[in-house]
């Protein structure tokens, strides 16, 4: 996920900060804007990150900023559905092979347009591969398997206490987010959960919503010592 993130924020280049200062002339394209180029990068801490640093610079105004903030957040949704439509529908890993296979020898050209080129292909192979093996390692729960009943039995201990269960779960996915540094890539995690059987869908959405909670770190700590105008924007 990092790899794909460096490589299309390498990628986009000084074009970024100049779609960023075009799309903020009113809330709705700043909305617009944050979606698209969260989207693009597959990162919306990376996104935030930038916004903070232009509002910090005095380059937005906190009107300007809390609209890309907004569409960075709506962006980032972008991975998990990609990897709910493709990932458990389509045989992916037979795609993650030759983007890496493609991606690999393009690192050693001279271009450092190929070589950013490189890192958006092995990333995204990377990705594809990783959530193969993601899925091959969590098995569909056998009812007949005592193993299996055993871990279900044990998973509902924690969701015995009604809205105590609720935030338990969406402080397990801010947790492990804020460890990964990656609400995309625990999220795919929660959504091959879901999808094996592992967790329900309230206890995955509580994680889910947690993720998103954890997500938000980053921007807060790339605020530490900015303006109070970029502080608010990290607060968003």
């Keep these: 996920m990092r790899v794909m993130s460096l490589g299309l924020q390498k990628l986009a280049g000084d074009r970024l900060r100049a779609i960023l200062a075009a799309l903020t002339t009113n809330r709705f394209t700043g909305i617009v804007g944050g979606f698209v180029i969260t989207g693009i990068i597959q990162s919306s801490s990376a996104t935030t990150v930038l ?9 937005l105004s906190m009107f300007q900023a809390v609209g890309l903030v907004m569409g ?3 962006g980032t949704t972008i991975t998990g559905w990609l990897v709910s439509i493709f990932g458990f529908k389509v045989k992916i890993t037979a795609f993650a092979l030759p983007m890496i296979g493609i991606g690999f020898p393009l690192s050693f050209f001279s271009s450092q347009r190929m070589r950013n080129l490189s890192e958006v292909l092995v990333g995204f192979g990377l990705l ?6 993601l899925k091959a390692g969590v098995p569909t729960i056998d009812p007949s ?3 299996d009943l055993a871990t279900i039995e044990f998973i509902r201990k924690f969701t015995d206490y009604g809205f105590g269960s609720t935030l338990l779960f969406v402080l397990i996915g801010t947790v492990l987010t804020v460890v990964v540094q990656s609400s995309s890539a625990t999220m795919a995690i929660t959504l091959v959960l879901a999808d094996q059987g592992w967790i329900d869908f309230e ?6 919503l947690g993720e998103n909670i954890g997500t938000t770190i980053t921007a807060n700590l790339a605020a530490i010592g900015a303006t109070r105008n970029a502080i608010r924007v990290a607060r968003f």
């Design 128 to 133: 594809f591969l990783g959530l193969g093996f």
């Design 72 to 74: 960075a957040n709506i």
């Design 51 to 59: 916004v903070v640093s232009f509002a910090n610079a005095g380059l």
């Design 145 to 147: 398997n005592p193993a």
């Design 203 to 208: 206890l995955a959405a509580a994680m889910v």
